[in-house]
């Protein structure tokens, strides 16, 4: 083969490469740029993504470990677990300015929750009376503050309100009193906030249980309220409210009162039984009640009883507990079941002598009320914000007027009454304010009521038979108390037996006749209605207010 020969294959083959090269300008300029540009675009959002990426799965796994785990959540159910000892959780009526800057642990209800923005939580927690503002805030790094991590934030600011709540936090000051807490200086920054108890829907809310009429305004823009009814059918909750709270308070007190004073005064306190053999006032009013194979009566008063405890040498006793009237009436101040305050005492020359130590008794009660529950922030106060009154006038000493007298007043106002008949409700509400208008006095006594409207024990009067020894207490007009000097001689007893309509066997009562066949001192005594007195001394609109459980004829639960 030639050398030209040899030659012609590689030309062959490089030239049409070098002919394509020679055909085309190839990519310009600006197209390279172009593309450089986009491939750097790519490039940054690939580096971008990936620092997402990474800032997320570093995010994610920071949020994963939860800084406040264990500060928070739904304790296990209260079993007295650890009896290992501890200090006593706090009471919130304790509170001072010797607390701030110190940790306390408390149990109170969560009563609102509001929140401002994502980093803090303004909590109301309810003990009782007493509340105080509670302070979450989200703090995840800062040192010197509790740390508070978002998932805590979060679950506490879910907690249904009225749950019964486990907080542990500082106790601080605060530059402006807080307005809507009772506790107005001082607040609890938050550092551990447990659910301790949780709870159902409520069928009545705190807020209109509490709400007064005034407050719920008028028209298409009246608040809820709620009613009697409803208030009683849901008792458990109503009895949450700061009214209720203070109104049983109240009605602790005079309990407490009416020991304190006869307990200084040498009574002995005594319980009868309520499961009676015969019926102690008349028939018409008792609960007969099947008694294994015979019948017996829930007792209308410890009267028999009380008077045979005298007979028995206890000069001067006192009870407390409850009576049993059948009555079927449905007004504002009776019910079927009552508390009942009852003495019986000895005496030495006259009647009055129970009666002077029984006004003073009031009148001592009375003042205390005001001193221990009164003032701007007493419990007086607290119901006079739903319940609106006037207060109470006490006199320095009782206004005692004759049923006669009584009866001439309201026959001087216009009233046509019998001197011998007993008073209406509207005869002793319109004497209470004649009283009131003559002699500044919201309580008062009338004494000497006409024989045939008393009890068969009740001791005539000696000098017009028309009358007996007996009296009645009133406040605003209406009865509180009712008593007398006591039949004492057997043989009187058993005459004033027969004169009953109709007459009464004295061998159903043969153990209370006894009694005084034995000897019993001359003596009087008096029962007074407690819960009357918490519902007249705070004016409030219905005797059920007063009373935790009430019963009328239309009520037996809850």
């Given at each position: 083969m030639s050398e030209e020969q040899s030659r012609k294959p590689a030309e062959n083959v490089a030239g049409p490469s070098q002919e394509t090269a020679e055909g085309s300008a190839g990519p310009s300029k600006s197209a390279l740029?172009?593309?450089?540009?986009?491939?750097?675009?790519?490039?940054?959002?690939?580096?971008r993504k990936r620092k997402e990426d990474e800032a997320k799965a570093a995010k994610d796994a920071a949020e994963s470990v939860d800084i406040s785990s264990g500060n928070y959540g739904v304790l296990p159910l209260h079993q007295s677990q650890d009896d290992t000892p501890k200090e006593p959780?706090?009471?919130?009526?304790?509170v001072g300015s010797e607390d701030v800057g110190k940790t306390v642990l408390f149990r109170a209800r969560l009563a609102s929750l509001r929140q401002q923005g994502n980093k803090l939580l303004f909590c109301e927690f309810r003990q009782s009376l007493v509340s105080i503002q509670g302070l979450l805030e989200l703090n995840e790094n800062k040192e010197g503050k509790p740390l508070v991590s978002k998932q805590m934030m979060k679950a506490c600011s879910s907690i249904t309100l009225e749950s019964l709540v486990l907080v542990?936090?500082?106790?601080?000051?605060?530059?402006?009193?807080?307005?809507?807490?009772?506790?107005?200086?001082f607040e609890v920054h938050i550092s551990k906030f447990w659910t301790a108890i949780s709870?159902?829907?409520?069928?009545i809310q705190m807020d209109a249980a509490s709400r007064s009429e005034e407050d719920a305004g008028e028209g298409e823009t009246k608040l809820v309220t709620i009613g009697l009814d409803t208030r009683l059918n849901n008792r458990v909750i109503d009895l949450r409210t700061t009214t209720n709270q203070a109104i049983f308070r109240i009605r602790s007190g005079v309990k407490h009162l009416f020991r304190e004073y006869l307990d200084a005064?040498?009574?002995?306190?005594?319980?009868?039984?309520?499961?009676?053999g015969a019926m102690t006032e008349s028939g018409a009013s008792v609960f007969k009640v099947t008694y294994f194979e015979r019948s017996a009566f829930l007792a209308q008063s410890p009267q028999l009883a009380k008077q045979m405890i005298v007979s028995g040498d206890f000069d001067r006793m006192y009870e407390i507990g409850p009576v049993f009237r059948a009555e079927n009436s449905w007004g504002p101040r009776h019910m079927t079941e009552f508390t009942g305050m009852d003495i019986e005492m000895a005496i030495d020359h006259h009647y009055h002598e129970v009666v002077s130590l029984l006004e003073d008794l009031l009148i001592f009660i009375f003042h205390e009320l005001n001193k221990r529950f009164g003032g701007p922030s007493g419990e007086i106060e607290w119901v006079r914000k739903q319940w609106?009154?006037?207060p109470f006038v006490v006199p320095e000493k009782a206004v005692r007027l004759r049923f006669s007298e009584g009866i001439r007043m309201l026959r001087?106002?216009?009233?046509?009454?019998?001197?011998?008949?007993?008073?209406s409700t509207e005869d002793e509400k319109l004497l209470g304010r004649l009283v009131k208008e003559r002699y500044n006095t919201d309580f008062f006594v009338l004494d000497k009521f006409p024989l045939k409207i008393r009890p068969f024990y009740t001791m005539p009067d000696p000098h017009d038979e028309r009358y007996s020894n007996s009296y009645d207490f009133f406040m605003r007009g209406q009865e509180i108390l009712s008593?007398?000097?006591?039949?004492?001689?057997?043989?009187?007893?058993?005459?004033?037996?027969?004169?009953?309509?109709?007459?009464?066997?004295?061998?159903?009562?043969?153990?209370?006749?006894?009694?005084?066949?034995?000897?019993?001192?001359?003596?009087?005594?008096?029962?007074?209605?407690?819960?009357r007195i918490v519902q007249f001394f705070l004016n409030l609109p219905n005797i059920r207010l007063a009373t935790p459980f009430p019963r009328d004829p239309g009520r037996i639960a809850p």
């Open positions: 740029k172009k593309q450089a540009k986009e491939e750097e675009k790519a490039r940054k959002a690939a580096e959780l706090k009471r919130l009526v304790t542990e936090g500082v106790i601080q000051a605060v530059e402006k009193p807080i307005q809507a807490t009772t506790i107005k200086n709870i159902a829907p409520l069928p005064r040498g009574f002995v306190e005594f319980e009868t039984p309520k499961l009676q609106p009154s006037e001087e106002a216009g009233r046509e009454v019998d001197e011998l008949e007993d008073l008593g007398a000097q006591r039949v004492h001689d057997p043989e009187l007893l058993k005459h004033r037996m027969s004169l009953v309509d109709p007459p009464i066997d004295p061998s159903i009562m043969q153990d209370y006749v006894n009694a005084f066949e034995y000897g019993a001192p001359p003596h009087a005594g008096a029962g007074l209605g407690l819960d």
